[in-house]
């Protein structure tokens, strides 16, 4: 599934909507035949069982703002830029329409997003990405004041920014952040923004998942929604019907309608005094790479269930290097809180500060024990090399009863071939570097043939493979097909 981020969207001229009609007779009654007809209802019922949604946005409209940056880009070299940037329109000195060019093949570019104000000092939270290489920040109340701003923290890995408002009135609107935990999957929400600069736009949905993973980041935990957001919308608030922000609208699915994702307002909360206090924001981490669990996986390692967070490789010198932690351990707590999924395992981490002792629950050699690990500052790292392996010698051997293919290159056994429908059906693929099975190294093709005769048919095998830099853990049961 592709995902994309509300990115902001620059400003398109729209055309009148409603010319009106050409029979005017039709258009309204006559004045006598309204004066005679009464309205159904002298005010409008709010029927049993449904949200007074009119009421609710009438009190949490005035503190969503909108958002527009500018920022100087390249223009790129040709004759039309229009075929280029197709939202722009070329202006009447050649220039694109929003930007304006120097003559250093530099033009202004502005951009629109959504955002929402947190406290009377004139805070406002949106997206990180909102205000990506931003040179200048406008804000628009709801009443249409505009306020010049200024961003003074972010966080990209949640995708967060404050901002600041110069000289914010003494009037201004505050939004009221509630909690996201407690929400559930068909609870009402209502979503307010700025969608293709069309501003003060309301849609209301319902939470249709929790937990989301959607790729877009190591703290992944969005609220799936339905209520409408487009580009344009990005930073803008997800209210439920107690008037409370409880998300913020950062992610669409293009392929698929009515798929939009809110980061929970639970994570910003814990972020925002440090933003506002410092401009950033200091985790810990503890120098692992982790996997996912699976059925076959868990029962290989001994097991009843899938869950936790499996250690496919440890940092050197890392807190978790320095505590004990080796590839194969099972993570399955942060200070008693239990691990269910091998994706909250960053988020529990995260929550601690850099010098933080905390304790996990691991599972190593199939026995349970506490591990205390002195957290250090997370730091960036450049994308590790996820390439494929090099080219490797032909001397093709099969390995018995897993339904692949191998071949021997300079002391590695390399996966050439995977059978469909095999037990390593989903589980291997073509290039993938066989280093151990069931803990017991791989120095070639017939050493692990000879391991998958002898182990127990009944018992899923334990593989640990590399491809490209990455090593990862996989569990297949030849029983299992």
């Known amino acids: 599934m592709t995902l994309r981020k509300l990115v902001p969207v620059t400003v398109l001229a729209l055309s009148s909507l409603g010319t009106g009609c050409q029979h005017s007779a039709s258009a309204s009654p006559p004045a006598e035949a309204t004066a005679q007809t009464p309205a159904p209802f002298a005010t409008p019922p709010v029927l049993a069982g449904t949200p007074d949604i009119a009421t609710l946005v009438a009190k949490v409209k005035p503190a969503v703002v909108n958002i527009t940056t500018v920022q100087e880009v390249r223009a790129p070299q040709g004759p039309d830029l229009s075929e280029l940037f197709p939202f722009f329109h070329q202006g009447p000195h050649g220039h694109p329409r929003g930007g304006d060019g120097n003559g250093d093949g530099m033009m202004k570019q502005q951009a629109l997003g959504s955002g929402f104000v947190v406290d009377p000092q004139g805070h406002v939270v949106t997206n990180a990405h909102v205000v990506e290489g931003a040179t200048r920040v406008k804000v628009r109340l709801s009443d249409d004041r505009e306020l010049e701003a200024k961003v003074i923290g972010k966080d990209e890995r949640l995708d967060v920014a404050v901002l600041q408002l110069e000289n914010p009135p003494k009037d201004l609107p505050v939004a009221s952040l509630g909690r996201s935990e407690p929400l559930r999957v068909g609870d009402y929400v209502v979503a307010i923004g700025n969608p293709f600069g069309l501003g003060n736009t309301v849609t209301m949905g319902i939470v249709s998942a929790k937990g989301r993973t959607i790729g877009a980041g190591p703290y992944d935990d969005f609220i799936q929604t339905d209520a409408s957001i487009n580009p344009g919308n990005s930073g803008g608030p997800l209210f439920n019907l107690y008037g409370q922000v409880i998300g913020i609208n950062t ?231």
């Open 251 to 481: 992610a669409i699915n293009p392929n698929g309608k009515g798929i939009g994702f809110a980061i929970p307002v639970d994570a910003i909360k814990q972020v925002l005094p440090e933003l506002v206090a410092t401009g950033h924001v200091s985790r810990g981490r503890l120098g692992v790479v982790i996997q996912g669990m699976d059925a076959d996986l868990a029962k290989a390692l001994g097991m009843d269930r899938p869950h936790g967070a499996l250690v496919e490789d440890v940092e050197p010198g890392s807190p978790a290097a320095t505590a004990g932690l080796a590839q194969g351990d099972v993570i399955l707590s942060v200070d008693g809180l239990p691990v269910g999924h091998s994706e909250e395992l960053p988020r529990m981490v995260a929550l601690h500060h850099p010098g933080t002792q905390v304790r996990l629950g691991v599972l190593h050699d199939r026995k349970a024990r506490d591990v205390n690990v002195t957290l250090v500052a997370i730091q960036d790292h450049p994308a590790g090399d996820a390439s494929p392996t090099g080219p490797v010698s032909e001397s093709a051997t099969g390995a018995s009863g897993l339904g692949i293919a191998v071949s021997d290159a300079d002391g590695q056994v390399v996966v050439e071939r995977v059978a469909t429908d095999g037990p390593a059906d989903g589980k291997l693929r073509r290039g993938d570097v066989i280093e151990e099975i069931d803990h017991t190294p791989v120095t070639s093709a017939a050493v692990l043939s000879a391991k998958v005769r002898t182990a127990p048919a009944d018992k899923p095998l334990l593989f640990r493979v590399k491809h490209g830099e990455q090593s990862r853990f996989v569990a297949i049961d030849r029983g299992a097909r």
